[in-house]
């Protein structure tokens, strides 16, 4: 059996690696971007000089051969299911018996006028990283950089230009930084931080064009308020979308993304979509359909392996979380947050935040029971496995808080704040009962 | 290897003002230790020698103040692998040289240092004899000269590094610890012991045997014996500390107590070595030599002490309350008993290689005072004893700890003698990795596989490979500096003394789907 996969990111190599542990099926991995797997979320470190291209990547060399995984650098124009077959760029066809597509995202534009000018750019391939070098290598060669969109992916960015010293306008159409997600108080935090950093951050403002120079480079951006800044880079980091335009005809159903049942599976027989690019087509939980997450990811790859090599399995994602770092401040999500405009009634919050750090935990439990629905902690680090038997467990806010001894995960010797985080809850229960 | 992607020129690498300006008082200071080198007799050298350690003091304090003041506290490794110091480049080459020969004639050459025998000194050495006797009342020596500049190194970057780092607890308390026990036991204590009983063995209470592989030679042992009550603790201390207190605490809290935090080698690699560390080999190969390397080493200090020690002492009880056959049959039960232990308890933990590793170790050594019993000549083993502590401190003591080890942390490293050399580190680490509370535990599934500990790590331990894959780190090398911690983006890591019970853990649920599928593949194992 042949398995094809497109796409060397997180989710192809993880399904990869699990086929290999599962089977001696023959395995081949496409991708356009680069010969080697290197982990996406570590881009903004090269960048910024704190590793080479190399470390980045969390297989040496000789994995590859030793697990028997070919690679392929090519990409993939067209899809052939009744053939099972694909078509590379370069004109070589490619036999599968399966095929998993792992093709991930890309920025999304919104067709703002000039967006496909020179120096006007997304941030999530190796080549977005080499145009970054090519048009934003100090401060010199680029005076100002513009970063529009205000999500997990911008404030990257806004972080990597800085190591260079490039100033950095920030414009993020939201009232306070990433709060279609974060509740306000922890918001408020990361807004305060980014201006530490000496970054221009523009709330509550929008692009309205961006204008390019007689050389078709970008000169400078328009705001809907009809201020022109200019700038030798504009970073669109408005979120991603799925990778899925070379399937168009290729009869797979596409939604946002390639759509998938609880398996994995798409619409045709032996064609999977994993990661970025797939799109449940029954949400799961509260999970959004598309999740473009490094973890969820992974824990696609490694479901849609033990599918492929015959024990069907659909996919089960546990709790929810996911982590973060905005420039100093470590994030880490359990559980469900939600931020106020979209949070139901019967969800409450209790929120604690550090006097004068950047510190600060947020517990949102249901407000009939007490039952913990979800943490949120900035520049506090907590026990997963610990927050995950909690939420198994249905233990209440009052019983996290007791015990959240058992959940820190600071290192050793960082000051210890559950007395202050108790003392307030119980003001707070106080107060509201 | 171009680290740097740039087609329109390179990141900024440019140095502010007040950088440019420490580094001009840093070099001053350390023009003026080259004149005295250089033989240019300064008419105050108390009052010179005093400017000159003033003024690097001083440079590094106001480099620190340039890289780090007017930023947020954080993580700042930008740009580590686009300047030249850092990443291999000529600065790094050329100060890798110059710490090289001052190893050399340091180690072999200390007349060009100013050293006289049998007469006042001159050159450098003379221009630190005020501080040397107003220490100890004595005049300076090369390794007196040695001591001041490494203590001085230790405290200077180690304020760097607090800065560096002043949002981290752990690295702070840690950082204030190796600059206390560098100051105070390695520097200061011993001068002072000096002053006041100048007929002990000048002794760092901190550096153990092996480490300090000629604790017990004639000359210590006797002037301990001679000294009655105090010499004789400091000389029941100093083989208590290897066979007593190390296994104790090392028990309790990994080696991290000695390695980041007490020792010297350890305090110099953690403060100036720093923007050295992420320079380590990564790669299994080079984990491979480590293992044979680091062994060997520890098996040749266990041999030549043995050696030393059986060649002084008399074949009854009449010179010393040992004698030869008691000293090797004691040094024979006790390795047996340890390999006994080991291959009763922890034979499933060790890998392959370490086991047969072990066998092969210790058979030869067993076979070697075996030998001696059977052999009727002065030789202790197969060979001389003084030509056996000569070897070693020759090869272990000068050139692998000091010109190796050192000398070359712009190209390999700061551990590159903690890594591969040093026995202390190896019994330390065999401890660690078979009884120790200690290990790095990886939180559940938020790990990133960005790797910045693994990069960062300056033992060259590839901590993703464990991270990514849900598994707490157990390692023998682990020194517990904690810096793979504090450079994770996601907090990931943690240093963590806990109950030997599923110390070495397989937390794969978080990382995948929900337990049914982990269930699934526990069972493929």
């Known amino acids: 059996m042949h398995v094809l996969i497109i796409g060397n990111g997180i989710s192809g190599v993880t399904a990869a690696r699990h086929i290999r542990k599962n089977s001696d099926c023959r395995i081949t991995l496409i991708s356009a971007e680069t010969d080697a797997f290197f982990s996406r979320t570590a881009l903004m470190y090269i960048y910024m000089g704190h590793l080479t291209f190399q470390q980045t990547q969390p297989y040496p060399e000789s994995f590859w051969s030793r697990n028997r995984m070919d690679r392929i650098r090519g990409y993939v124009t067209a899809i052939h299911p009744e053939t099972r077959s694909v078509a590379l760029a370069d004109g070589r066809e490619i036999g599968y018996d399966k095929l998993i597509l792992a093709t991930g995202s890309k920025p999304n534009k919104f067709g703002w006028p000039g967006q496909d000018l020179d120096g006007v750019q997304g941030l999530y391939s190796y080549q977005d990283l080499e145009r970054l070098e090519a048009f934003a290598p100090n401060a010199t060669a680029c005076r100002r950089a513009v970063v529009v969109g205000g999500g997990l992916i911008g404030i990257e960015l806004a972080e990597m230009l800085r190591s260079r010293d490039i100033p950095v306008t920030f414009l993020v159409r939201e009232s306070s930084f990433w709060n279609g997600v974060l509740p306000a108080g922890e918001s408020e935090m990361i807004n305060t931080h980014i201006r530490e950093h000496h970054i221009d951050l523009r709330l509550g403002t929008n692009l309205k064009e961006i204008l390019p120079d007689a050389n078709g480079r970008v000169r400078a951006v328009v705001t809907e308020q009809g201020e022109t800044i200019p700038c030798n880079l504009v970073g669109l980091t408005a979120g991603v979308s799925p990778n899925i335009d070379f399937l168009r005809g290729s009869g797979i159903n596409l939604g946002k993304g390639v759509l998938v049942n609880r398996y994995l599976e798409t619409n045709l027989p032996d064609i999977y979509?994993?990661?970025?690019?797939?799109?449940?087509?029954?949400?799961?939980?509260?999970?959004?359909?598309?999740?473009?997450?490094?973890?969820?990811?992974?824990?696609?790859?490694?479901?849609?392996?033990?599918?492929?090599?015959?024990?069907?399995?659909?996919?089960?994602?546990?709790?929810?979380?996911?982590?973060?770092?905005?420039?100093?401040?470590?994030?880490?999500?359990?559980?469900?947050?939600?931020?106020?405009?979209?949070?139901?009634?019967?969800?409450?919050?209790?929120?604690?935040?550090?006097?004068?750090?950047?510190?600060?935990?947020?517990?949102?439990?249901?407000?009939?029971?007490?039952?913990?629905?979800?943490?949120?902690?900035?520049?506090?680090?907590?026990?997963?496995?610990?927050?995950?038997?909690?939420?198994t467990e249905q233990r209440t806010a009052e019983y996290a808080l007791t015990h959240l001894r058992e959940a820190l995960f600071d290192p050793e010797g960082y000051s210890d704040y559950r007395k202050h985080i108790q003392t307030a809850f119980r003001q707070q229960t106080l107060t509201a009962s | 290897m171009n680290p740097s992607l740039s087609l329109a020129g390179g990141p900024p690498s440019?140095?502010?003002?007040?950088?440019?300006?420490?580094?001009?008082?840093?070099?001053?200071?350390?023009?003026?230790?080259?004149?005295a080198t250089f033989g240019i007799g300064f008419?105050?050298?108390?009052?010179?020698?005093?400017?000159?350690?003033?003024?690097?003091?001083?440079?590094?304090?106001?480099?620190?103040?340039?890289?780090?003041?007017?930023?947020?506290?954080?993580?700042?490794?930008?740009?580590?692998?686009?300047?030249?110091?850092?990443?291999?480049?000529?600065?790094?080459?050329?100060?890798?040289?110059?710490?090289?020969?001052?190893?050399?004639?340091?180690?072999?050459?200390?007349?060009?240092?100013?050293?006289?025998?049998?007469?006042?000194?001159?050159?450098?050495?003379?221009?630190?004899?005020?501080?040397?006797?107003?220490?100890?009342?004595?005049?300076?020596?090369?390794?007196?000269?040695?001591?001041?500049?490494?203590?001085?190194?230790?405290?200077?970057?180690?304020?760097?590094?607090?800065?560096?780092?002043?949002?981290?607890?752990?690295?702070?308390?840690?950082?204030?610890?190796?600059?206390?026990?560098?100051?105070?036991?390695?520097?200061?204590?011993?001068?002072?012991?000096?002053?006041?009983?100048?007929?002990?063995?000048?002794?760092?209470?901190?550096?153990?045997?092996?480490?300090?592989?000629?604790?017990?030679?004639?000359?210590?042992?006797?002037?301990?014996?001679?000294?009655?009550?105090?010499?004789?603790?400091?000389l029941l201390f100093g083989v208590a500390s290897t066979l007593v207190i190390t296994p104790v605490l090392t028990y309790f809290y990994g080696k991290r107590w000695y390695c980041s935090w007490v020792c010297g080698c350890g305090g110099l690699a953690e403060t100036a070595g720093d923007p050295f560390r992420h320079l380590s080999d990564k790669s299994t190969f080079a984990w491979r030599v480590e293992r044979w390397v680091i062994y060997s080493v520890l098996v040749f200090v266990v041999l030549m002490t043995t050696a030393v020690v059986y060649s002084y002492l008399g074949p009854d009880h009449s010179r010393y309350w040992l004698s030869r056959g008691e000293l090797l049959v004691g040094v024979g039960v006790l390795l047996t008993l340890v390999f006994a232990w080991v291959m009763l308890f922890r034979r499933k933990e060790l890998q392959k290689d370490a086991r047969y590793g072990a066998i092969a170790y210790f058979t030869i050594i067993l076979a070697l005072i075996g030998f001696h019993y059977l052999s009727d000549t002065q030789h202790v083993f197969l060979f001389r004893s003084e030509t056996l502590r000569k070897t070693y401190s020759l090869l272990i003591g000068s050139i692998f700890s000091g010109v190796i080890g050192t000398g070359f942390y712009p190209i390999f490293g700061s551990r590159v003698w903690c890594r591969f050399g040093c026995p202390m580190a190896a019994i330390l680490g065999l401890q660690q990795r078979l009884l120790s509370r200690f290990r790095i535990t990886t939180n559940g599934g938020q790990c990133i596989s960005c790797g910045n500990c693994s990069a960062y790590c300056e033992m060259g331990i590839d901590v993703r490979a464990y991270a990514q894959k849900g598994r707490n780190i157990v390692r023998a090398s682990c020194v517990g500096c904690g810096i793979c911690s504090a450079v994770c983006p996601r907090g990931v890591l943690r240093l963590e003394n806990g109950p030997l019970q599923n110390r070495i853990n397989h937390r794969d649920m978080l990382l995948g789907a929900e337990v049914d599928l982990m269930d699934f593949v526990g069972e493929e194992k």
């Open chain 1, 273 to 391: 979509a994993v990661g970025d690019c797939a799109q449940q087509r029954e949400p799961i939980g509260r999970r959004r359909p598309v999740e473009a997450v490094w973890y969820t990811g992974r824990m696609m790859g490694e479901t849609v392996a033990r599918t492929v090599c015959g024990q069907r399995t659909a996919y089960t994602p546990g709790h929810w979380f996911n982590s973060a770092k905005f420039l100093d401040i470590e994030y880490q999500t359990y559980g469900w947050v939600f931020p106020e405009h979209t949070r139901e009634a019967h969800e409450a919050h209790f929120h604690w935040r550090h006097p004068k750090k950047h510190i600060c935990l947020t517990l949102a439990y249901d407000r009939g029971s007490g039952t913990l629905l979800g943490v949120n902690t900035f520049g506090m680090r907590m026990r997963h496995a610990v927050l995950d038997q909690w939420l």
């Open chain 2, 14 to 35: 440019a140095l502010n003002r007040i950088q440019r300006l420490s580094l001009f008082l840093g070099f001053a200071g350390l023009f003026i230790l080259l004149l």
């Open chain 2, 43 to 234: 008419p105050k050298p108390g009052l010179w020698l005093a400017l000159a350690l003033f003024l690097i003091l001083g440079g590094v304090l106001g480099y620190s103040l340039g890289a780090y003041s007017g930023h947020p506290a954080g993580i700042r490794n930008n740009g580590v692998w686009f300047k030249s110091l850092s990443a291999r480049g000529i600065w790094a080459w050329g100060l890798g040289i110059l710490l090289t020969g001052f190893y050399v004639v340091l180690y072999f050459y200390p007349q060009y240092l100013g050293l006289v025998q049998d007469g006042p000194n001159r050159g450098l050495i003379a221009l630190f004899d005020p501080l040397s006797r107003a220490l100890s009342g004595n005049p300076a020596s090369q390794w007196f000269v040695y001591g001041a500049l490494y203590t001085l190194a230790i405290l200077a970057f180690g304020a760097k590094f607090i800065w560096k780092y002043r949002h981290n607890r752990y690295q702070l308390l840690r950082t204030l610890s190796v600059m206390f026990f560098q100051l105070a036991f390695a520097f200061l204590i011993p001068e002072i012991m000096a002053r006041l009983n100048g007929d002990l063995p000048y002794y760092d209470l901190k550096n153990i045997w092996p480490l300090n592989y000629y604790n017990f030679e004639r000359y210590r042992v006797n002037a301990f014996i001679g000294e009655g009550n105090l010499g004789l603790a400091m």
